[in-house]
Structures are given as C-alpha cells and as structure tokens.
C-alpha cells in the first residue's frame, strides 16, 4: 500500500483535507443521533397503549343546551343503554379523556395527606364500572369498580373517590416494594382513596417530552363524566365489526336525543386514527430529521466528488507521470480510493467523539437516552462506503488519464 | 534494443488524417547514446512518447529489448514503462507533494519492492547524482539543475534498460545544462542505452550518433545536405 506517500501528498493539501473530513465528521455526528433520535421515536409511536386499538374508537359527545348534572347523567346513562345494545358493540363507556386522546386532567398523588410533594402526577381516565372492558386492559391485581361505587364528575366538582385503580407503571411508582393494592392513597385533600385494583398497562392521554418517563402512569376513576363540557364515549365494536359499529354509533345517540354535538368529521374517530393524530408531530419529526440526514449524506457525497473531481483536474499530469512510471489503472483508481479512504478514516474518527459528545450533551440536557455505539459503528461504515463511492466517479476518470499527459507541458 | 520499422502515428478526425510519423524506420543497439533531433513538429516527441510507451501507433512494428510491443494491453505496457524505461522529461515531472526520497521511490513501489531494497536503491540513485543529502528536500526547494538529477535519479532507480530523455536540459541554464549532460554521458559510459530527444545540435553533437526527423520520417543528414527523406532503417550507427 503506498499510505505514507498519500499522507505526504495530503499534508500539502490540508484546507481541502481538512474540509472534507470535517464534513464527514459532522455528518457521522449529526446523522448517528438523528437517525438515533428517529429510531426512538419510531419505537415510542409504535409502543402499546394497553388498550384494544383494533377494536375501539371514540366518539366525542358535546351538549347543545345547558342542563343541570342530573340531566346529563340520565343523559349519559340512555346513550350508554343505546351503545351498548348495538348489534355491533361488545361495550360502550363514559370518560373524561381517553388515552392518547390529547387532552385531560393530570391528578397529583401523595401518599400522606400532609405531604407538599407529590410522588406522581398520573393520567386521570373518569369512567363507570364498563371502562375496564371496554378499553380492553388487563386487571392483573384486585378488582374492577362495582356499580354502585360509580358517582358523578361535574364540570365544577373536585369529590375524589373512594376507591381507584392504577395502572402497574404507577403502583411501582408510588409503592416500589410492591404493595399498592389496597393502599390509601392521597390527591389534593385529605380524604384517602384505597388502591382497588392494578392494571397491565394504561398509557396517559398525551405523550408531549415531558411526559415520556411516565407514559404509563395513569389511574381510573369510579366517576361518570356529567360536565356540561360534554364527555368521550369510548366504543368496543365486536370483531371485524369497527367501521360498522363507528357508522351506527353516532346515529344511535343522534335518535336518542338530537341536542348533542358529534362533529361530523372528527368527533367519532377509530383508535388507529386518533394515534395517527397524537403522533403526527413525532412523525414528522422523524420524516423532517431523515430528510436532513439524507440531504446531508447528499452533500457530503457532493463535497467528495467535487474536491476529488479538482484534484484529478489539478494533478492531471502528475497522473500521467505516475502512469508514464509504471502505475497501472488500478494502481491510480487505488490511489484515490486510498486517498479518499484515509480523508474518511480521519473524519469519522473526529466524527465518532462528535456524535457520542452531542449525544452525551443530549442526555444531560433532554434527558435523551444514550447513544447505541451500533449506531456510531453503523454511521462509520456508512460513511467510509459512502465516500469510496462518491469518489468513485473522479477515480475512474483519473484512472483513464493517459500517461503520454506526461510529456504535455501544461 | 529499440527497433522501429515503417511505423506510422496518424491522428484522425472526422475530415483530416494528420501523420506525425510517417514510415518511420529507427535501430538503437544496446548501449548506443543516440540523439533524436529535428525543427518544432517534426514528430520528435510522438516519437519519444511512442518509444517509452506512453501512447500507441497506427501502424507498423516496434520491438522493445526484442518484445514486439504493439499488442500488448494497458497493464503490460505499464510494467514494460516500469521495468525497462526510465524517462528523464524537459520539466523534471517531479512530485511536488512529495520529497526527493519519495519521488525517487513512485516507481519502485509500482514495481512491489520491497521496502529495504526501495531505500537501498533510492539512497543509491542519489549518490549517484549527487544528492544523497537532498533526500528529504521538496522540489520547490532544489534548482532546477537539482531537480533535473533527481529526475535522472529517479530514472536510474529502476536500472532501467533504455533511458529516454525529452530535451532534458531544455529548462536549465548553460552550467545546469552541462553538468546534466555530463551525467548523463557519465550514465551511458557505464553501459546504458539512452535516446535524448533534442532541438539543441551543441546537445545533440554530445551524443554519440544523431538522428534527424523531418515531417514524422528520418532523415540521413550524412548523406545529403537538403534533408532528402531515407525510408529504410537507418543504419548509420555510431
């Protein structure tokens, strides 16, 4: 191999050098944690709910009059009856949100009444007795809500329950060493609420940066939303039976009574859809970060085969001097490709400590997870192949040079 | 060593036919010191460029320390350019990029040496010119008369079997020139066979036999004044 001749040639041509290898070391750096970034993100829209996706969807209700909660109940109670008796729905329930329905109260718990700090601050889902099978989770501890334990939640109440249930995320929370269920627990008053149950897994209703680390802590409410606000009737169609059950639904509660409010376009959405919705921005986000590493990928191959394309220009005729003294086509291809290889070993070499310092700044600033190194030696490969084959063009044309450019003066 | 015979170079285009060499005929024994010259685009350097192998011809033979050369491919003419001819050019042709010790060393590693006997020789080549201390030196940082000889350093590195030089004293001043000169008289005493191609006649009558092209053919100059055009295989050595 003639590397130290190619380093000699190089430390003459050190802006151009240096240029392109920080280039690809910017790219190795910034591609790795993007494409770490969109992998993370992929995964967390692609993560489970814990409730029956395929099967549900959700119907925002609003009220067109103004009705004392009485009214709403009964209300709610005659539209649940109607859901319910679908030939198309196993279950219908109440509830003030929904998971990953965007909107909904956070409830802040403690575990003694005269605690200040709160230990979570869980998703709050308000439901009657049905929530549980409706949404599909799965009671791994306890018991379900009777229906007798159901009250009512106003718009202007604050009565906390007596009774709740918390997804497991939350019980290990709150209790680490395990014992929640039948604990008292404590939010914004003093009356305590015992742990009657633990879910599998309930995600929040939102999955904003802040609330990643605690995407499923979330807790049930043994409360019929009767706000005048209107409320989230979440739907369990049978099988194969979704598109049929979210077609009659609607018209079932319209026939109960017309003074409701069902936008006519997004009032009644599938679950698939709402997730579609919730992870829009992450989604672009994803999309809009793959778009730049692939312009940058783009620009740092044009970068390579602009400076490679010079430089073949520029030593034309000490190409044809070196094939005047014996160098074969391959033996000037090799030289370029060494040249370009050395270039690339350089900067993905800066480029390696760059992507792990951004992600490490990363992980102290956004508490973003650490960088795999599969990724970095993923990004290394990628770009030394991507270099070998930007420099390929230039290479080839070089190798053509005639070595009779020798004897040409200029 | 080198033997042309009614070799032709035609360079075509779609309405021209432009022979740089015509029916050219030329013999150069082993250890002959032999002088190419003639006026601007006589066909001197198409000459020296189809002898070192550095482009083809159109028509005609030409054999190479006895290999008829003109079928062989690209790689076969490149280690025949590497083992057997060592080019001495009018600009030196130095790598500026690299130094003295390293240029000297290009074809040599084009050769698979190894690294012991590259230094061996190089450092060898460089006595002989008389820059072994210049060894790390760059271009840019010698005369052009120091330039010409690691040339010719480079050159002799590869114990090549025909030199062939292209107006090697072209760039340099009468001093530099003449102890180029003697150098390369000192090179040919020792056995080497050289082919200088050259429009200086002081330089040519150093050399020990001449040979003239006119119009891409050989011409007798011994045998009449007015250049008439000789198209058998010159004979006149020495």
């Known amino acids: 191999m003639q590397i130290k001749p190619i380093l000699a040639a190089l430390r003459h041509h050190k802006a151009g050098t240096i240029l392109v290898a920080l280039q690809i070391a910017l790219t190795l750096a910034i591609v790795c944690n993007a494409l770490f970034i969109i992998r993370q993100r992929l995964v967390h829209l692609s993560e489970p709910s814990g409730v029956d996706e395929a099967s549900l969807f959700v119907i925002y209700n609003g009220w067109a009059d103004q009705a004392a909660t009485m009214q709403f109940d009964a209300q709610v109670r005659t539209d649940l009856a109607a859901l319910r008796q679908l030939p198309s729905v196993r279950?219908?329930?109440?509830?003030?949100?929904?998971?990953?329905?965007?909107d909904g109260d956070d409830v802040?718990?403690?575990?003694?009444?005269?605690?200040?700090?709160?230990?979570?601050?869980?998703?709050m889902y308000a439901g009657d007795e049905q929530l549980l099978d409706t949404l599909g989770v799965k009671l791994v501890a306890g018991r379900n809500f009777r229906a007798d334990e159901i009250g009512k939640?106003?718009?202007?109440?604050f009565t906390v329950p007596p009774v709740v249930i918390v997804s497991r995320t939350l019980a290990d929370r709150l209790f680490p060493r395990g014992e929640a269920l039948g604990k008292p627990i404590y939010m914004m008053s003093n009356t305590p609420s015992t742990i009657i149950g633990i879910v599998?897994?309930?995600?929040?209703?939102?999955v904003g940066g802040w609330t990643r680390p605690y995407a499923y802590q979330s807790m049930l409410w043994p409360m019929r939303p009767v706000s005048s606000q209107g409320l989230y009737y979440i739907v369990r169609a049978k099988p194969g039976q979704l598109a049929a059950a979210m077609r009659e639904a609607p018209k079932a509660l319209y026939a109960e009574d017309r003074m409701r409010i069902i936008d006519p376009e997004h009032g009644t959405l599938s679950f698939a859809e709402v997730r579609r919705r919730i992870y829009d921005s992450d989604l672009g986000m994803a999309i809009l970060m793959g778009l730049i590493s692939v312009v940058l990928l783009a620009i740092?191959?044009?970068?390579?085969?602009?400076?490679?394309?010079?430089?073949?220009?520029q030593r034309r005729k000490q190409i044809g001097v070196r094939r005047a003294l014996g160098a074969t086509r391959r033996d000037i291809l090799g030289y370029f490709l060494t040249e370009n290889l050395l270039i690339g070993l350089g900067g993905v070499l800066v480029g390696t400590v760059l992507a792990i310092g951004i992600n490490l700044w990363m992980v102290t600033q956004f508490e973003m997870a650490r960088l795999s190194l599969a990724y970095v030696m993923t990004g290394v490969v990628a770009l030394l192949l991507l270099g070998q084959g930007a420099v390929l063009g230039p290479a080839l044309r070089a190798s053509r040079v005639s070595p009779v450019e020798a004897t040409r003066s200029v | 060593m080198l033997k042309m015979t009614h070799l032709s170079k035609v360079y075509r285009t779609e309405v021209v036919e432009t022979y740089a060499l015509r029916d050219f005929n030329i013999d150069v024994k082993e250890g002959e010191f032999v002088a190419v010259t003639g006026p601007?685009?006589?066909g001197k350097t198409t000459f020296l460029t189809i002898a070192g192998l550095l482009e083809t011809f159109s028509g005609g033979e030409y054999h190479l320390d006895g290999i008829e050369v003109s079928n062989l491919n690209d790689n076969a003419r490149s280690k025949i350019r590497n083992e057997k001819i060592g080019f001495i050019f009018q600009a030196f042709n130095l790598i500026p990029d690299l130094n003295v010790f390293d240029n000297i060393e290009v074809p040599l590693r084009y050769r698979g040496m190894k690294a012991a006997e590259r230094?061996?020789?190089?450092?060898?080549?460089?006595?002989?010119v008389g820059l072994a201390s210049r060894a790390k030196h760059y271009p840019a940082e010698l005369s052009g008369g120091q330039q010409q000889r690691v040339a010719i350093a480079r050159a002799l590195a590869g114990s090549p079997r025909l030199l062939l030089a292209d107006e090697p004293t072209g760039n340099l001043d009468t001093q530099m020139a003449r102890s180029v000169l003697e150098l390369l008289?000192?090179?040919?005493?020792?056995?080497a066979t050289i082919v200088m191609v050259t429009h200086d006649p002081e330089l040519a009558a150093r050399a020990q036999r001449n040979v003239h092209i006119i119009d891409g053919q050989v011409v007798d100059l011994s045998e009449d004044p007015r250049f008439h055009t000789v198209h058998a295989v010159d004979e006149a050595h020495g």
């Open chain 1, 91 to 102: 279950n219908a329930a109440p509830a003030s949100s929904c998971p990953l329905c965007g």
């Open chain 1, 108 to 123: 802040p718990v403690m575990l003694a009444p005269d605690q200040t700090q709160w230990i979570a601050d869980p998703a």
């Open chain 1, 153 to 157: 939640m106003g718009s202007r109440d």
């Open chain 1, 200 to 206: 599998d897994r309930l995600q929040r209703q939102n």
């Open chain 1, 300 to 313: 740092t191959a044009a970068g390579i085969v602009g400076l490679t394309s010079f430089w073949v220009g």
């Open chain 2, 40 to 42: 601007s685009g006589s």
């Open chain 2, 119 to 128: 230094k061996q020789r190089i450092m060898d080549s460089l006595e002989r």
């Open chain 2, 185 to 191: 008289e000192d090179i040919h005493r020792e056995g």
